[in-house]
């Protein structure tokens, strides 16, 4: 059964240094999403991609937070510089429809 | 806008014995409901789905769902819990087409089942 791919899975990093994310959607599924699960609460949204083109960044703390997906596959997270409370789990999805497929997510924590 | 609320954050029941996650919604529209189940340090996983049709809804692992308009709820049902069913389950809506395409998560709702 296709997967969604995420990796890391486990990232340790200090505040003010970079991090980046790779999500490798199922294969076919023009959506692709990056969510942030803070401990104890639902996912957030960050972004949204159809294919190669950005639906929704609205929720993405433009300022230090960037994401891509050049080919329409494929997608890059990145955050940079880091703070204390981007701690968190980074789930990706994707979806050919209604239903989305998450990834495993990469657990950040930022000393 | 959309919402949902899981009013319960943690369930404690018996293995064996039926088990009930809670669920309310909010939309404009016509809702697209959906249930998904995380383990630790792991993602989402999809159980099933309301779009239209049957307001009883039939997922994986033995998982079922009632869709009531009127109450506004979709409640996920078991009815034989079993103790690796013990995880936290999130309840999720989005807007018929014509209203937002991304789904609003719940706060979760842990469910622990004891042997």
């Known amino acids: 059964e296709a997967e969604v791919a995420q990796s890391p899975r486990y990232k340790i990093t200090e505040k003010s240094q970079a991090v980046a994310f790779w999500c490798d959607p199922i294969s076919g599924h023009a959506t692709l999403y990056w969510y942030r699960q803070i401990l104890g609460q639902g996912p957030e949204l960050l972004v949204q991609?159809?294919?190669?083109?950005?639906?929704?960044d609205s929720q993405l703390p433009k300022d230090r937070f960037s994401a891509e997906r050049l080919k329409g596959v494929d997608s890059t997270l990145k955050i940079q510089p880091a703070e204390l409370g981007d701690s968190a789990m980074y789930l990706c999805a994707s979806s050919p429809g209604e239903t989305q497929y998450f990834g495993p997510g990469t657990r950040l924590l930022v000393l | 806008a959309q919402s949902v609320a899981q009013p319960e954050d943690q369930v404690n029941v018996a293995e064996g014995n039926p088990l009930t996650v809670k669920c309310t919604y909010s939309?404009?529209?016509?809702?697209?409901l959906f249930w998904y189940v995380q383990y630790p340090n792991r993602g989402l996983q999809f159980l099933l789905k309301y779009i239209t049709g049957d307001n009883l809804v039939k997922g994986s692992y033995g998982f079922e769902a009632e869709f009531n308009k009127s109450q506004t709820s979709f409640h996920l049902k078991k009815p034989s819990a079993l103790v690796s069913d013990s995880a936290l389950y999130f309840c999720a809506v989005r807007d018929s087409p014509g209203g937002s395409y991304i789904p609003t998560f719940g706060r979760g709702t842990s469910l622990i089942v004891h042997p």
């Open positions: 991609f159809q294919d190669e083109s950005v639906v929704d």
């Open positions: 939309v404009s529209g016509n809702p697209y």
